[in-house]
């Protein structure tokens, strides 16, 4: 029978306890969108979204679509016309799709104006049926705004009023939530630039007044750009935001560009899934933990996705034999402390295996002192590799880096080559005589595109490759 290595390798996240905050979705959190938990990321799959609007609204859709092509783990489905899909978990529904608009009673209408949302008693009746009507017939409408358009000479009042009137409305038995917005910045400067910049503060001033209303900053996302520099304009020596230039692009997307739609879609994400329950906060998240043989020592590797207030990791050993006197602390390795990256950290346990089995637990500390203990990770020492053997790398796919292990079951010279789908060669991971063992190795991919790599292994007449996906 073939004896191998004993490597346990699991998931698991640290909870921490939280306030939860107001959802106020605008410039600060575009880069938090890939902080998200996967819970609440299939939990915003499960919504219909509706930008109940014109032109502009287009650039909410096209920003969805897009991060989706960046990244398929935001999956979306963008309808533009006709009978809105039944409910699904596969991916989030989007669209600008109302029943009815202040013109007629019935019909899927996709083009809402101010005149739909806000400006009359008719408007308000109507789109509070249409509301209604999704909810009779199941759409699970899971979240609805309104897209505004240019819309000159409008009163932020009446748009305040029906909004919160609608709020109201899905209170009690209606499974929708319904959010304020800004509008546009494009297309405005001077006076008529700066008296919708003060509208908008009404806006925002009402909101921050109800703890449980819910904002999409748009304004305030598309007047800073990635790097957090804003732009602003001045009329009579009032200064206000306006696009950047660089969100502006070529306007071509619901009047603007490709960098602003990507930054809406991203804050989207993040207003929804705070909406689906998410309180916003990082857990430290252990994404593996692994325990490897090298020589005579025992190498324990592992990876967060997420860290908040982590203090550290205590490092605790168990021998099973008849001299163990239970669970032994024998190294400490500080934290990231705070951290919505991937962070990499191992500890090597220099000894003279013997025939005894090693146990090996993490224990993650807080800044506040309180501690969560991970899964355990096993190795026997009398399980020799018996084979070569190349193996998955973990994780895949990944971003930046990745694990490659490996065994060999004899001395043998080492080649460790990662190619591009071309077949060229991108970087020699190893090139020399390696003695009989398990090894791993790091893959470090920060300076390539996404894409997929291969990486093959030589040792003696043994050959082997696997593929892996590099996901920016």
Known sequence: MKKYLTIFIFSCIFCVTSIYSQIIANHTVVDKYDDIPQQYIDSVKKMWLVVAGESHSAGYRTGLNNLETLNPIYAVNVLESGTPEAATASYLRASRATWGDVSNATGWRYGYGEEDWFTSATAISRTKSGISYCKKNNLKLGAIG???????????????????????????????????TTGTVDGYTGESGYI????????????????????????DILCYDDDGTPTTISWNGNNYPHITATNLGSGNIGHIGEAGVLRLAKAMWWMLARMSGWDGDLPVELTSFRADVSGNNVVLSWQTATEVNNYGFEVERYAQSVECKGWEKISFVQGAGNSNSPKEYSFTDNLTLTSYSYS?????????????????????????ASE???????????????????????????TLKVYNMLGQEITTLVNEQKPA??????????????????YRLLAGDFNASYKMLLLK
């Open 146 to 180: 309104f897209g505004w358009c240019w819309d000159p000479g409008i009163n932020f009042n009446d748009y305040i009023n029906a909004t919160s009137s609608y709020i109201k409305y899905c209170a009690d038995s209606i499974n929708t939530k319904v959010f304020f």
């Open 196 to 219: 919708k910049h003060l509208g908008y503060e009404e806006i925002r001033d009402s909101v921050n007044a109800h703890a449980d209303w819910v904002l999409f900053d748009y304004a």
């Open 360 to 384: 090996y637990r993490l224990k993650q500390i807080d800044l506040d002192g309180s501690f969560t203990y991970s899964n355990e990770v096993k190795v026997n020492s009398s399980e020799k």
């Open 388 to 414: 070569f053997r190349l193996e998955q790398n973990y994780p895949n796919p990944f971003n930046p880096s990745t694990m490659i292990s490996y065994q060999l079951p004899m001395n043998s010279f080492v």
């Open 437 to 454: 063992g398990n090894y791993e190795v790091k893959f470090d991919a920060s300076n390539l595109s996404s894409g997929v790599y291969v």
